[in-house]
């Protein structure tokens, strides 16, 4: 997709730390960002804020910015009330929000939500057709609104491409970008994560990075994309092997953390978000903003 096509530039920031912030914080944060150059700000929906919500927050605090769902989950709201969300924050903000959907994982939907999980891609396949004939009586968005999916394996990134403006794969790296692409075609944005530690101890960086993955590990969407990237069982012991740790989050010092954002864009990635983890997930990283913002945005 060419630059200027491109809705949320090519680098953005996905965070969970906003949502541990009160409303007023966070806000700022997000202007921060703004102020920063990032191109959007991405964030995911489980038990922090309701996701609709969180975006007209970061969207009233803002001026220019894209803010981005990664993702809203399909089985909090039926797809009427999705597409009427949807409609409701592109018309108020033209052009400045995202929607990502997924299908999110079977704890989350079966045992936090009370919902039965269904097949992920026949499931997705028949939201979107929901949505699509969902009515909305109410004043339009002046432009379509854009959304993606979360989508890691063949299947749901084939959905993406046939069915939405393209895709927001979570927990990869750029062998799985390059991949992606292919299944995607030219025409579709690739907007991959990418989890960063900016720590040149490797003990202290790995611990760091199991602490963000050892929970992935238990949801078998993840680990079966793993696998399919090369890794084993043996990998996912212990909150990660090395090996898997060294993939899958980028750390090291500022260089060698740009070269993996980098190699996503090589790989055929249109956007990386970048989250940033540190020992305290609660505190804002905002040293660690700025210092990538230096790196890659200006």
Not at 12 to 23: K, N, R, S
Request: charged fraction near 20%; charge should be neutral.
């Amino acid at each position: 997709m060419g630059e200027t096509s491109n809705p949320v530039g090519k680098i953005g920031v996905w965070t969970f730390q906003l949502q541990q912030q009160p409303a007023a914080e966070a806000k700022e944060a997000a202007r921060q960002l703004e102020e920063l150059g990032y191109g959007a700000i991405w964030f995911g929906e489980a038990v922090g804020r309701e996701a609709f919500t969180q975006a007209g927050l970061l969207l009233a605090g803002t001026r220019r910015i894209t803010i981005a769902t990664g993702i809203a989950n399909i089985y909090a709201r039926d797809p009427v009330t999705m597409n009427a969300a949807q409609q409701t924050l592109a018309e108020a903000y033209p052009g400045r929000f995202l929607l990502g959907l997924g299908v999110s994982h079977i704890p989350l939907v079966e045992q936090l939500r009370g919902h039965r999980y269904e097949k992920p891609v026949a499931t997705m396949r028949a939201y979107l057709d929901a949505m699509d004939k969902a009515p909305y009586q109410s004043v339009p968005p002046p432009v379509k609104p854009l959304r993606v999916l979360a989508a890691l394996g063949p299947k749901m990134l084939e959905l993406s491409a046939q069915r939405t403006d393209g895709a927001h794969p979570y927990n990869t790296n750029p062998e799985h970008t390059a991949q992606a692409r292919k299944i995607l075609g030219p025409d579709r944005l690739l907007c991959p994560e990418q989890g960063v530690v900016l720590e040149t101890n490797p003990e202290k960086a790995r611990e760091i990075g199991r602490a963000f993955l050892g929970f992935y590990l238990s949801l078998p969407n993840y680990t079966n994309n793993f696998l399919r990237l090369g890794f084993d069982e043996t990998d996912f012991k212990n909150g990660g092997s090395d090996r898997l740790i060294d993939a899958i989050i980028a750390w090291g010092d500022l260089s060698k953390v740009c070269e993996r954002i980098k190699a996503h864009h090589a790989a055929g990635a249109d956007h990386v978000c970048i989250q940033v983890l540190t020992a305290d997930p609660k505190v804002l990283p905002i040293r660690e903003w700025r210092e990538l913002a230096g790196a890659l945005l200006h």
